[in-house]
Structure formats: structure tokens, C-alpha cells
């Protein structure tokens, strides 16, 4: 528990209903709302029907997988961006 205010109505928000409310209010260039979709559908896969709630940080980690090595001599990472 982080001691952080849920509003009780949030509280059954879906990952899927997040996303469609977030896209909504993103921004309206056409280029940066297609890239942002094809970020939330990689979401939506993974967490789409979970509610909002029960998405932290370990289950984000457990599907991105480790931090890509930074800095000098840094191998790039065969995950698809």
C-alpha cells in the first residue's frame, strides 16, 4: 500500500478503458498519436483486460524484461522497439 488516494470508481478501470481515456487526451500530431498506439497495443496485449489496480511495477518488469546496458561499448538490444 502506498497511502495514495484511489478514487473508488477507479478502482474497477480496466487497462483497456485506461488507454482509450489516455489516447484521448494525447497529442494530435498524426505521427506521434500512431507511434503511441503502437506502444499502447503491446500494452493492451499484455495487461488489456487486468484492472488498472492490479498492474505494478514487477508485472511491467516481468514483460519488458531487464534495463538494456547504457554507456560506452553498450550492446543494442534485439528487442523490437
Not at 489516455?22 to 505521427?31: C, G, L, M
Not at 507511434?35 to 492490479?54: C, D, S, T, Y
Request: with cysteine.
Amino acid at each position: 500500500m502506498t497511502n495514495t488516494y484511489i478514487d473508488p470508481k477507479d478502482r474497477k478501470l480496466t487497462v483497456d478503458a485506461w488507454c482509450d481515456l489516455w489516447i484521448e487526451s494525447y497529442a494530435k500530431r498524426d505521427s506521434t498519436v500512431r507511434q503511441a498506439k503502437v506502444h499502447l497495443a503491446q500494452i493492451r496485449e499484455e495487461f488489456g483486460p487486468l484492472p488498472l489496480m492490479a498492474v505494478d511495477e514487477m508485472a511491467v518488469k516481468r514483460v519488458d524484461g531487464p534495463p538494456a546496458p547504457r554507456g560506452r561499448g553498450a550492446v543494442a538490444s534485439l528487442r523490437p522497439a
